[in-house]
């Protein structure tokens, strides 16, 4: 069966640091991958997502940047946090069989951003 | 990538049917019709998709009229559990949530 993993679950960062959010998925090859990250109390925005190892699809601009190194890797990156990049990040994976639209979500980090 | 409509709230009880409307006039063509539900510091969950007609699943039914600018996912007999943010999204390869519909159900 498919699994999806993202680390770490909390992270609590000062304005100025760097970021970097894993997601890795198990069970599957060649997904098409996701980042997602939802405001407090808001809706989810998707960030990036990408179709295949080294393709990446940025959704909105912004100071993050993803990575995708492995097939089955995703990461989230950012040299500089800022304020405003606090909130729940999610990261899902869809497969590419039929003509599904199920995504699977992994279970989110909590990012704080102080 | 058609935009989507749906209320920002609604309320039920325990037992009643519920039914959330979500209007997409851009709908393309190749567009699919899929709904979420997220549960509060938890990723969506996937309830159901449809093209056009009816949908059913052991969870919700989905209606999708033949011009198919609009959709409404019914939840029968809906509990305390159903309690939750739901998403209606149109998809072509990519998803993006909007700010989805609020269920509350009371006892």
């Known amino acids: 069966s498919q699994t999806i993993h993202q680390w770490p679950a909390t992270l609590v960062q000062p304005v100025g640091s760097p970021l970097s959010l894993e997601c890795t998925v198990e069970?599957?090859?060649?997904?098409?991958l996701y980042w997602y990250r939802q405001a407090a109390g808001r809706g989810l925005q998707l960030l990036f997502y990408?179709?295949?190892?080294?393709?990446i699809s940025s959704e909105v601009p912004q100071n993050l940047s993803a990575s995708r190194p492995q097939d089955r890797q995703f990461i989230l990156s950012s040299k500089k946090l800022l304020l405003s990049d606090s909130g729940f990040y999610l990261c899902?994976?869809?497969?590419?069989?039929?003509?599904?639209?199920?995504?699977?979500f992994g279970p989110g980090t909590r990012l704080t951003v102080t | 990538l058609a935009k989507t409509t749906q209320p920002i709230s609604m309320d039920s009880y325990e037992g009643q049917e519920v039914n959330i409307t979500c209007s997409h006039n851009?709908?393309?063509?190749?567009?699919?019709i899929t709904w979420y539900q997220q549960f509060p510091s938890q990723g969506p969950r996937f309830i159901i998709q449809?093209?056009?007609t009816k949908v059913t699943n052991e969870v919700a039914s989905l209606f999708i009229p033949a011009d198919r600018k609009s959709s409404t996912l019914s939840l029968p007999r809906v509990s305390l559990s159903d309690t939750a943010v739901y998403y209606c999204?149109?998809?072509?390869?990519?998803?993006?949530f909007g700010a989805g519909t609020t269920v509350t159900v009371r006892a």
């Open positions: 899902a994976w869809r497969g590419l069989a039929g003509v599904s639209y199920e995504q699977y």
């Open positions: 069970g599957t090859s060649n997904p098409n």
């Open positions: 990408s179709v295949g190892i080294g393709q």
């Open positions: 851009n709908i393309a063509t190749n567009d699919y």
């Open positions: 449809g093209y056009k």
């Open positions: 999204l149109v998809v072509d390869y990519k998803l993006s």
